[in-house]
């Protein structure tokens, strides 16, 4: 994973959020990626959520697997720690953090070959144990970083470069999500950052495990026509479901012009949902009778786009009421890494009473 | 063997009818009567219906590893007579159900063959299948009670606790329990030849298995997390340590829980988990099995390239592959110390009982925290499994975790730069932050190539740099891993080498080679890396032997290569059929075998 120190070069008049950082300190090592790769754009779109949420950059985990898409965790909030860990293993490295440290935003970045194959099983079983984290797909329909054989989500029909045509199913990450029990499901696309940002914004502030699939062309590998992930295709096919528009508790930013408009300008209907840290999202869709708070309704708006050769985008589902890791740990509010041994350790004295039990 | 406070005996029943309990309950009468006991469970992996056996080993002197032969064997599964009746040693006794006529497999000349009709009385005495079963279990404990002269008062005793809340079961019990006694004492010569005199060996002691200690060392050293994935034999490590965490770590007014357990999808993702936690500050473990080694190997070369704390409970059973689940083995030693793709070795450290479970798993925490790597404790089913007799556990309420290098918030201001990896100590430890300390201290983990700063890099020179002090911090690793355990025998021209669960059975071994004149002084190794000092005990001795469980003689071939002792200066002794090891076949391939010659 190359990453090359950016020139620091702030400018006088960069906007800052409420802690006082602009969005120059949400950045990260310069990317080492193909000239418009679509995961340098997710890159982008996370940096722009996270200031105008205004994370606090050290209370931050990045968490990533091994792909071009897992790289992009060196791209972004160079003031957080970060994890690159194994292919396909990042959903466990995350739990494991979660749970050590109910403090940490985790920020958890993938790829689809990262989380559809080698890691499938590791996605699934994060999403059921609802790990507080945002977990994003740079979702590109090939594995890039080993010269662009097919991954699982390539679709029936798609062609690699060198002509070859993908004849098994695709494994749609979005209704994976909803059939093993996601709380928060959404998809965007890398060059929409209208709709992503926040989309980004409500995912990470949600109680559990966020799921953003994000389209995220590869321009090297799987861009061209015929490929059903290239930057042509998704704009053609993109029926954007709800737009979201996430509203911290007191918003110190101003964000007008972001996500407020649906795609396509009608009525739509308009749906407000209070999320646990007191934020709300705003979810217009532009079916009127689409409900995001409903998970049959949902699977069955995505499957019908899919079957019109469509795909589904926008926050596609939320639970706010969901019960997380922690929830269900019942884990003590004092994260554990901060608890003291004197907390911890029962001591001699119950050792010695424990020993009757032995003899 | 077959005197007073010195036998052995075996039970064979079928699994899942309840013998377990009764088993249980003559161990804890001997043993309350003073009396050092061992109890060996050898049980099916299968949950109804298949044999399994339950050996008692009674040593005033307190040799306590597993018996080398069985003064008597109590046959209750048909399935298995013709086994059981030829596990009798010559001049030793059988017990049998003599509900029905002794069946022809039970005959053998140069044994005497006793008769109770349990299963008769017990159809006379109780109602329904399931109670006669269960109290056909606790009507042979009685005749053994009476066979072998265990005090029916300390029986009374213990059933009272046991069932002292529910007095008709405990009725029963108490009636089945009679039912015996008084058929054996009616029926047959009681006391048998060997038998039970009360002692005064045993009130330190406890009765406790080694993987509730191990457990119990977790929530003493305050871990937090805790991932597994269910396997034979170390579940019920998590099992207990899920008990002891819901005993003493939740808040009695707000009912929050200071621990987390995940039991995860498998062992790759346990590990995930250990390791994840550990990085972000947790005291972390997984417990886990030879299946669940091999799956966590990409994960353990990832733990010891970036440096991160994570502790590994390997309650060994015997492989390859499924292998035996229910056998005990140390098959594992290579595959631990050398675990993950690239250059990888990792501290294991060996109990030798359930008394040194507890402690080393103490250890493996603070040895994890100092050195930023991940600790193995390699168990095995029979320490883990089996109730062992130990010292009472103690603990000194002066401990502080030993945590390691760690850089808090303050520390950052004083430093120009932090580099994650840099060796300024020269143990080959650098400094490390947590996730959450912000500022300077943010740093990027990677399992690929990185440079002090944590920076990626391709170049040679940084790498081998990293690699290097990652040599370094091993090799410091040796100054603070426990020490080997020496018992000299002056003059002792034999050296025996040995490990883990296989102490008892060497250091009985010792007396009985002594006995026949041949005098050996023992070396247990209680850790990898191994110090000098364990390659002085094989230069010093004239002919060494390395006794442990497994076919391939995993100890010594770590012993060469890590040492570089020659190999025809180590004769292994091997015992990998998966029962745990007896005396008797050290002192055989030791006395049969003319010293000095190489296997
Ligand atoms: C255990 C293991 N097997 C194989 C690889 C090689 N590998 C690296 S990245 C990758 C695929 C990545 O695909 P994806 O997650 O879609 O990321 P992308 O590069 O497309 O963003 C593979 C197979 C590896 N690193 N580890
Ligand atoms: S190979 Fe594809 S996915 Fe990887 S960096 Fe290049 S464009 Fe992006
Ligand atoms: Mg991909």
């Given at each position: 994973m190359t990453s090359i120190a950016k020139p620091i070069a702030t400018h006088p008049r960069l906007k800052t959020n409420s802690l006082g950082l602009t969005i120059r300190d949400y950045e990260g090592g310069m990317s080492t990626l193909c000239a418009g790769c679509g995961h340098d754009s997710v890159t982008a779109a996370i940096v722009q959520a996270a200031w105008e949420l205004a994370l606090p950059p050290h209370r931050a985990a990045k968490m990533s697997g091994i792909g071009c898409s897992s790289k992009t965790t060196a791209y972004f909030m160079k003031q957080s720690h970060g994890f690159n860990s194994v292919h396909g293993r990042m959903p466990s490295v995350a739990s494991g953090a979660a749970a050590a440290n109910r403090g940490l935003n985790v920020i958890g970045i993938s790829g689809d070959g990262d989380s559809l194959s080698i890691g499938l099983g590791q996605l699934t079983h994060a999403i059921r144990r609802n790990t507080n984290m945002l977990y994003v797909i740079e979702n590109n329909g090939v594995y890039g970083l080993t010269k662009g054989q097919f991954s699982a989500s390539a679709d029936i029909g798609s062609k690699l470069k060198k002509g070859e045509t993908n004849e098994q199913p695709p494994i749609d990450p979005v209704l994976l999500a909803l059939s093993v029990g996601a709380t928060f499901v959404g998809r965007s696309f890398s060059g929409d950052k209208q709709q992503l940002v926040p989309i980004l914004k409500a995912a990470i502030s949600h109680r559990g495990l966020a799921l953003v699939d994000v389209i995220s062309p590869c321009v090297?590998?799987?861009?061209?026509?015929?490929?059903?992930?290239?930057?042509?295709?998704?704009?053609?096919?993109?029926?954007?479901?709800?737009?979201?528009?996430?509203?911290p508790v007191c918003d110190p930013i101003e964000i007008t012009g972001l996500g407020a408009q649906s795609s396509n300008g009608h009525a739509d209907s308009l749906r407000v949902v209070q999320l646990h840290d007191g934020g709300t999202v705003r979810l217009r869709s532009t079916s009127p009778d689409y409900d995001p708070t409903d998970r049959a309704s949902a699977h069955q708006h995505i499957s019908a786009c899919q079957r019109r050769g469509?795909?589904?985008?926008?926050?596609?589902?939320?639970?706010?009421?969901?019960?997380?890791?922690?929830?269900?740990?019942?884990?003590?509010?004092?994260?554990?890494?901060?608890?003291?041994?004197?907390?911890?350790?029962?001591?001699?004295?119950?050792l010695d009473s424990l020993m009757k039990r032995f003899r | 063997m077959n005197g007073v406070n010195d036998f052995a005996f075996k039970i064979g029943t079928v699994n899942g009818t309840g013998s377990a309990s009764a088993n249980g309950l003559l161990m804890r009468s001997i043993f309350r009567m003073g009396i050092p006991v061992s109890g060996k469970n050898l049980f099916p992996s299968n949950i109804q219906g298949l044999p399994t056996w339950y050996e008692i080993r009674v040593n005033g002197d307190g040799h306590l590893g597993r018996a080398p032969e069985l003064d008597m064997v109590v046959a209750l599964n048909p399935a298995t007579y013709a086994k059981d009746v030829a596990a009798v040693r010559e001049g030793g006794y059988l017990l049998y159900d003599s509900s029905w006529p002794l069946p022809k497999q039970l005959e053998r000349e140069g044994i005497t063959v006793l008769g109770v009709p349990f299963g008769k009385l017990c159809v006379e005495a109780f109602e329904g299948d399931r109670e006669r079963t269960l109290l056909r279990n606790i009507a042979y404990t009685g005749?053994?009670?009476?066979?072998?002269?265990?005090?029916?008062?300390?029986?009374?005793?213990?059933?009272?606790?046991?069932?002292?809340?529910?007095?008709?079961?405990?009725?029963?019990?108490?009636?089945?329990?009679?039912?015996?006694?008084?058929?054996?004492?009616?029926?047959?010569?009681?006391?048998?030849?060997?038998?039970?005199?009360?002692?005064?060996?045993?009130s330190d002691s406890i009765l406790i298995d080694g993987n509730t200690a191990a457990a119990l060392g977790a929530v003493y050293a305050g871990a937090t997390v805790g991932a597994w994935y269910p396997i034979t034999p170390s579940t019920s490590l998590m099992e207990a340590f899920t008990g002891f965490c819901q005993k003493y770590r939740v808040d009695p007014e707000t009912n929050e829980r200071k621990f987390a357990i995940l039991q995860a999808e498998d062992e790759l993702a346990a590990a995930g988990i250990t390791i994840g936690a550990g990085w972000a500050g947790a005291r972390a473990f997984t417990n886990t099995s030879g299946p669940g080694i091999s799956l966590m190997q990409e994960f353990l070369g990832l733990a010891y390239y970036a440096d991160i704390p994570a502790v590994f409970f390997n309650i060994q059973r015997c492989g390859p592959s499924t292998g035996m689940p229910t056998r005990t083995q140390q098959p594992d030693i290579l595959s631990m110390a050398y675990a993950s793709h690239g250059d990888t070795k990792h501290p294991i450290l060996f109990p030798a009982d359930p008394g040194e479970a507890f402690e080393m798993a103490v250890q493996a925490f603070d040895l994890a925290d100092r050195l930023q790597t991940p600790i193995f404790v390699a168990s095995?089913?029979?320490?883990?499994?089996?109730?062992?007799?130990?010292?009472?556990?103690?603990?000194?309420?002066?401990?502080t975790p030993d945590r390691g290098k760690v850089l808090t918030a303050e520390d950052l201001e004083k430093l120009a730069r932090f580099s994650r990896y840099r060796d300024v100590?020269?143990?080959?430890?650098?400094?490390?932050?947590?996730?959450?300390?912000?500022?300077?201290?943010?740093?990027?983990?990677?399992?690929?190539?990185?440079?002090?700063?944590?920076?990626y890099t391709e170049d040679s020179a940084a790498y081998c740099e990293l690699v290097d002090r990652l040599r370094r911090k091993f090799a410091h690793a040796i100054t603070l891993v426990p020490e080997p355990m020496v018992i000299k025998q002056e003059g002792a021209e034999i050296g025996l080498i040995t490990l883990g669960g296989c102490d008892a059975a060497v250091r009985e071994a010792q007396d009985l080679l002594r006995q026949q004149g041949i005098l050996a002084d023992v070396m247990r190794i209680r850790a990898f890396p191994f110090q000098d000092e364990v390659k002085e005990f094989i230069e010093s001795h004239e002919s060494v032997y390395v006794i442990e469980q497994n076919r391939d003689a995993q100890l010594r071939s770590l012993l060469m290569i890590e040492l570089g002792v020659p190999r025809e200066s180590m004769t292994p002794i091997l015992d990998y059929g998966g029962l745990p090891l007896t005396a008797r076949v050290v002192v055989e391939a030791v006395a049969g075998a003319p010293a000095g010659v190489p296997a």
């Open positions: 090297t590998f799987n861009n061209h026509e015929g490929s059903t992930k290239s930057y042509q295709y998704t704009r053609d096919h993109d029926v954007a479901a709800v737009e979201a528009d996430y509203i469509e795909i589904a985008t926008g926050l596609l589902f939320v639970d706010s009421g969901s019960r997380s890791l922690h929830d269900v740990l019942r884990t003590s509010s004092t994260p554990l890494v901060d608890l003291r041994h004197e907390d911890l350790c029962p001591g001699s004295a119950a | 005749s053994l009670a009476a066979l072998l002269g265990i005090d029916m008062q300390v029986v009374d005793e213990l059933l009272n606790e046991t069932f002292g809340k529910k007095p008709k079961l405990l009725d029963a019990n108490h009636k089945a329990i009679r039912l015996g006694y008084d058929a054996a004492v009616e029926l047959l010569e009681c006391p048998l030849p060997f038998r039970l005199e009360r002692m005064d060996a045993t095995d089913l029979d320490i883990g499994m089996n109730d062992w007799m130990v010292k009472k556990l103690e603990w000194d309420d002066s401990y100590d020269g143990d080959g430890i650098a400094a490390r932050t947590l996730p959450g300390v912000g500022g300077k201290g943010a740093y990027f983990v990677r399992g690929s190539g990185h440079d002090m700063h944590a920076d």
